[in-house]
């Protein structure tokens, strides 16, 4: 079935170009184009539309207040703003309402990719649930001293890219964002962006500082809230199930680019549950309480409760995002079986292994949720690598007891 497109725009030549560039796309999409949000607004009551385009600067009603307007009320339908002449802290008002950025003159290439992409991950994960609570989501928790970390780094004027990654890293809400921002066209980027370190030199330090100044993640958990006493141990174990996925990879000689891949993957494999943890923490906690717990998988309690999983709901957000695919699949998948993912995918085996073994020592029932399969294992003769990977944990598990 076709998917549904609605463009808005107040120029009335730029609509008339982007009709004729993409007649070619009619069996594909079907296309509505507008002059206004209000317009816009009133064929979003009368027709389902799987995504929106909007320029950023209109009159009555700018590109931002649609976006917010369609999030509210108009539930799963991939938000993307196209940006002219917008300076970047006009563009970084925009991001909580926003998935996609992309640039005006609008690129068709860029544009027809990132929507397939955004939507044969939405198709792959569509369920009414999972749109509801990515819909709703606002921002993703984080820690305030992160924060202060970050703001203080960048008073100083000698503080490296290198060093800004190393704090960043440490927290999903900023990671994820700055992923989100190096992919989009109002940067620039040429080709997908995976590494944290390469993002932060794109973004650049002033952009950093806008950001998180900007972001009201950093005060959105109270001292109170009922998810805090979970957040600290999540960022805790996403840190090392990243850093530990990046050992195995580079212990397995891979290419420096599945290096960085597996550290980004790992670091955001677990971003669902922070997104849960953020919009229902009251259901969240009853489901790390239940008595069936431990005879079921949290993936499965998780299921029977919301309808979705948090590797579904993280998987969707990035997708929506328009992060690199690689990384969208190895979230989605982190969870399931590896049947062949070894060696056709190894940022995701690194991935699935740093977070079983990371499982087996954490005491906090949040981050045990996933037992090794050891049918796949002994299937991809895999149990020799499998002990020196564990190995590797058993090191960096030392280093970290010590103090190193």
Request: a negative charge; glycine letters at 6%; proline letters at 4%.
């Given at each position: 079935?076709?998917?549904?497109?609605?463009?808005?725009?107040?120029?009335?030549?730029?609509?008339?170009?982007?009709?004729?560039?993409?007649?070619?796309?009619?069996?594909?999409?079907?296309?509505?184009?507008?002059?206004?949000?209000?317009?816009?607004?009133?064929?979003?009551?009368?027709?389902?539309?799987?995504?929106?385009?909007?320029?950023?600067?209109?009159?009555?009603?700018?590109?931002?207040?649609l976006l917010e307007k369609v999030?509210?009320?108009?539930?799963?339908?991939?938000?993307?703003?196209?940006?002219?002449?917008?300076?970047?802290?006009?563009?970084?008002?925009?991001?909580?309402?926003?998935?996609?950025?992309?640039?005006?003159?609008?690129?068709?290439?860029?544009?027809?990719?990132?929507?397939?992409?955004?939507?044969?991950?939405?198709?792959?994960?569509?369920?009414?649930?999972?749109?509801?609570?990515?819909?709703?989501?606002?921002?993703?928790?984080?820690?305030?001293?992160?924060?202060?970390?970050?703001?203080?780094?960048?008073?100083?004027?000698?503080?490296?890219?290198?060093?800004?990654?190393?704090i960043i890293e440490k927290d999903?809400?900023?990671?994820?964002?700055?992923?989100?921002?190096?992919?989009?066209?109002?940067?620039?980027?040429?080709?997908?962006?995976?590494?944290?370190?390469?993002?932060?030199?794109?973004?650049?330090?002033?952009?950093?500082?806008?950001?998180?100044?900007?972001?009201?993640?950093?005060?959105?958990?109270?001292?109170?809230?009922?998810?805090?006493?979970?957040?600290?141990?999540?960022?805790?174990?996403?840190?090392?199930?990243?850093?530990?996925?990046?050992?195995?990879?580079?212990?397995?000689?891979?290419?420096?680019?599945?290096?960085?891949?597996?550290?980004?993957?790992?670091?955001?494999?677990?971003?669902?549950?922070?997104?849960?943890?953020?919009?229902?923490?009251?259901?969240?906690?009853?489901?790390?309480?239940?008595?069936?717990?431990?005879?079921?998988?949290?993936?499965?309690?998780?299921?029977?409760?919301?309808?979705?999983?948090?590797?579904?709901?993280?998987?969707?957000?990035?997708?929506?995002?328009?992060?690199?695919?690689p990384l969208v699949y190895v979230?989605?998948?982190?969870?399931?079986?590896?049947?062949?993912?070894?060696?056709?995918?190894?940022?995701?085996?690194?991935?699935?292994?740093?977070?079983?073994?990371?499982?087996?020592?954490?005491?906090?029932?949040?981050?045990?949720?996933?037992?090794?399969?050891?049918?796949?294992?002994?299937?991809?003769?895999?149990?020799?690598?499998?002990?020196?990977?564990?190995?590797?944990?058993?090191?960096?598990?030392?280093?970290?007891?010590?103090?190193?």
């Amino acid at each position: 079935m076709p998917k549904r497109l609605l463009f808005v725009d107040d120029e009335v030549m730029l609509l008339d170009g982007l009709r004729r560039a993409l007649h070619g796309m009619r069996n594909e999409w079907e296309m509505k184009f507008v002059g206004g949000g209000d317009e816009a607004l009133q064929e979003l009551d009368r027709e389902n539309y799987d995504a929106v385009i909007t320029d950023m600067r209109m009159p009555q009603m700018d590109g931002v207040e649609l976006l917010e307007k369609v999030r509210k009320h108009h539930e799963g339908v991939v938000r993307i703003v196209l940006s002219g002449q917008a300076d970047k802290e006009a563009v970084l008002h925009s991001i909580d309402p926003t998935h996609q950025f992309l640039a005006k003159p609008c690129n068709l290439e860029d544009l027809k990719l990132r929507l397939s992409l955004a939507f044969s991950m939405r198709d792959l994960l569509d369920n009414s649930p999972l749109k509801a609570i990515v819909a709703r989501m606002s921002a993703i928790p984080s820690l305030p001293v992160l924060y202060n970390e970050l703001t203080e780094a960048l008073e100083d004027h000698a503080t490296s890219l290198t060093e800004l990654e190393r704090i960043i890293e440490k927290d999903l809400a900023m990671a994820t964002k700055v992923l989100q921002l190096a992919n989009s066209a109002f940067i620039g980027a040429r080709g997908q962006v995976s590494s944290l370190l390469q993002a932060v030199s794109l973004i650049g330090t002033e952009t950093i500082r806008i950001l998180a100044l900007s972001m009201h993640v950093f005060s959105r958990l109270e001292t109170n809230s009922a998810a805090a006493p979970y957040v600290a141990g999540l960022w805790s174990h996403s840190v090392e199930v990243a850093s530990l996925a990046r050992q195995i990879a580079m212990f397995e000689g891979q290419a420096r680019t599945v290096v960085e891949q597996s550290f980004t993957a790992g670091l955001l494999h677990d971003v669902g549950k922070a997104v849960l943890l953020a919009e229902m923490p009251v259901e969240y906690r009853q489901i790390l309480s239940d008595p069936g717990f431990r005879s079921k998988t949290l993936v499965t309690l998780e299921a029977e409760r919301f309808g979705c999983s948090h590797a579904q709901v993280g998987a969707y957000l990035m997708s929506v995002w328009g992060l690199p695919a690689p990384l969208v699949y190895v979230v989605a998948m982190h969870h399931q079986p590896l049947g062949d993912a070894w060696p056709q995918f190894p940022s995701l085996t690194a991935v699935y292994f740093a977070d079983a073994f990371a499982a087996e020592s954490d005491v906090a029932p949040l981050n045990q949720d996933i037992e090794m399969d050891m049918a796949s294992v002994e299937r991809l003769e895999l149990c020799e690598r499998v002990e020196a990977w564990r190995e590797l944990f058993k090191q960096r598990s030392l280093v970290v007891t010590n103090g190193g």
